[in-house]
Nanobody, 129 residues
Framework: QVQLVESGGGLVQTGGSLRLSCAAS????????YGWFRQAPGKEREFVAA????????YYADAVKDRFTISRDNAENTVYLQMTNLKPEDTAVYYC??????????????????????WGQGTQVTVSS
């Protein structure tokens, strides 16, 4: 079992920045992939970014590429999502997730939420215009 706890959400103006944290505990295997997803009211949960813990390979949704950066701290067992140049359309509940990596893995493989077995409770990000 893996426990994930997100933090760092809040209210920010358009163009501002936030850094989300996801603290992982339990059986935090190095063969995991960690992802960030978001869900806006009335919309489906969508992929934002993912990082392979071992090696640090990253993947991003087109909507956030060049604005968001996913990273991890091995010593702290924490995954971060640095968000810059935030837009109102980034407003959503952001979820951290963990799942097993695969030799078939690639950007399209890690995009579906079904690839992830463990989820945090979510943190709200609101971007005002």
């Amino acid at each position: 079992q893996v426990q994930l706890v997100e933090s760092g959400g809040g209210l920010v103006q358009t163009g501002g920045s936030l850094r989300l944290s996801c603290a992982a505990s339990g059986r935090t295997f190095s063969r995991y992939v960690y992802g960030w997803f978001r869900q806006a009211p009335g919309k489906e949960r969508e992929f934002v970014a993912a990082i392979i813990w071992s090696g640090g390979t990253t993947y991003y949704a087109d909507a956030v590429k060049d604005r968001f950066t996913i990273s991890r701290d091995n010593a702290e067992n924490t995954v971060y999502l640095q968000m810059t140049n935030l837009k109102p359309e980034d407003t959503a509940v952001y979820y951290c997730a963990a799942g097993w990596t695969s030799s078939y893995g690639g950007s399209s493989y890690y995009t579906p939420s079904s690839r992830y077995d463990y989820w945090g409770q979510g943190t709200q990000v609101t971007v005002s215009s």
